[in-house]
């Protein structure tokens, strides 16, 4: 079965920027959907289809998509950005969660 | 404005049968397709499954297939996850979702999760 790989935390200082990555094999030829989720909240969809924001997420979310990683961008992290994130693809009529990533602001 | 609202928090017994529902508003629900997503406590997200409210068509997850069932009755507007025999490793929180258009879109919109707590 599919699977996508993410490291299990990433820091950042607050006002820098965060990457966090989402590996899978040639996951660049589909499409990605990352969403958040802060403690006892449900997710959030925060990009879709690689590097689509939703309206009201902020245009510091960017995201990319090539090869074996996809990647989502925070750019001038705030505290209120610390949650887990999920990346999530398509495979085979089946929904394939990413192991998720926490992102801590320093 | 689009919400999907579930039902409240449940607390069973193994062996007992449970349905829990997730009620759409603000949109046509026979539009979209609504999954099931479950997070066992302090774990990531697990897919169990979709449904088309339109006609009922249904795909479960392998790992959920036969665990569980996933209906709607479109003339409520509501989804439903259900359980013939709970087991203790059946707790966690539910979430309802609905797909975007595309068939592998993301789920855009998301309910604010059931918790389930089986325990004798």
């Known amino acids: 079965s599919y699977e996508l790989t993410q490291p299990l935390s990433v820091s950042v200082a607050l006002g820098q920027t965060a990457r966090i990555t989402c590996g899978g094999n040639?996951?660049?030829?589909?499409?990605v959907h990352w969403y958040h989720q802060k403690p006892g909240q449900a997710p959030v969809l925060v990009l879709y289809r690689d590097s689509h924001r939703p309206s009201g997420i902020p245009e510091r979310f960017s995201g990319s998509n090539s090869g074996s990683t996809a990647t989502l961008t925070i750019s001038r992290a705030q505290a209120g950005d610390e949650a887990d994130y999920y990346c999530q693809v398509w495979d085979t009529s089946t929904v394939v969660f990413g192991t998720g990533t926490k992102v801590t602001v320093l | 404005e689009v919400q999907l609202v579930q039902s409240g928090a449940e607390v069973k017994k193994p062996g007992e049968s449970l349905k829990i529902s997730c009620k759409a508003s603000?949109?046509?629900?026979?539009?979209?397709?609504i999954g099931w997503v479950r997070q066992m406590p302090g774990k990531g997200l697990d897919w169990m499954g979709i449904i088309y409210p339109a006609d009922s068509d249904t795909r479960y997850s392998p790992s959920f297939q036969g665990q569980v069932t996933i209906s709607a009755d479109k003339s409520i507007s509501t989804a439903y996850l259900q359980w013939s025999s709970l087991k203790a490793s059946d707790t966690a929180m539910y979430y309802c979702?609905?797909?975007?258009?595309?068939?592998?879109?993301?789920?855009?919109?998301w309910g604010q999760g059931t918790m389930v707590t089986v325990s004798s």
């Open positions: 603000g949109y046509s629900f026979t539009t979209y397709w």
């Open positions: 979702a609905r797909r975007g258009f595309g068939e592998v879109d993301a789920y855009h919109i």
């Open positions: 040639n996951i660049g030829s589909k499409n």
